[in-house]
């Protein structure tokens, strides 16, 4: 549903933003890069079907360099969905590991971070819920929501 209003989400308590990808460093080596593109889907399908993992929500891009930027309920479920030997993140590391290692084929990368009220701020206009905008309500960015520091001192 698209919201022509200016809209701000306002999660309730802390959550975690975990940004992870990789970067095709050599297209032509496929039996390579397509089996690690292959391995997020199956993951995020796993993380969805049980919400009690605690991902809350994700956005994703592609080009040479693929992003996700994750939504989690916190850092000690991202941090147990992680190292669970039962999810599909742990099998997929581990041949990760072994089929490509330091080969300089695929390159993977992730940065994590700690979000608490008063620490971010957000605003969409003209846009459907998106990014942080699926994980909190969104209420009409107005009355003391008016500005990026009005935002931030409101969490």
Do not use: C
């Amino acid at each position: 549903m698209l919201h022509n209003a200016r809209m701000t989400s306002r999660p309730d308590g802390d959550f975690v933003v975990f940004l992870i990808g990789m970067r095709i460093n050599k297209p032509l080596h496929v039996h390579k890069w397509l089996p690690v593109a292959q391995a997020m889907p199956r993951m995020l399908k796993e993380l969805y079907r049980q919400p009690q993992l605690g991902l809350l929500s994700h956005e994703m891009w592609f080009s040479k360099t693929i992003i996700l930027v994750q939504y989690w309920r916190s850092m000690d479920l991202l941090l147990d969905y992680a190292k669970a030997r039962s999810s599909e993140h742990l099998p997929a590391w581990q041949r990760f590991n072994k089929a490509i290692g330091t080969d300089g084929a695929v390159g993977i990368w992730h940065e994590t971070y700690k979000a608490a009220a008063g620490t971010y701020e957000n605003v969409y206009v003209n846009m459907s819920p998106f990014g942080l905008g699926k994980v909190g309500p969104l209420v009409e960015a107005r009355e003391g929501l008016q500005s990026a520091t009005s935002r931030m001192n409101a969490g």
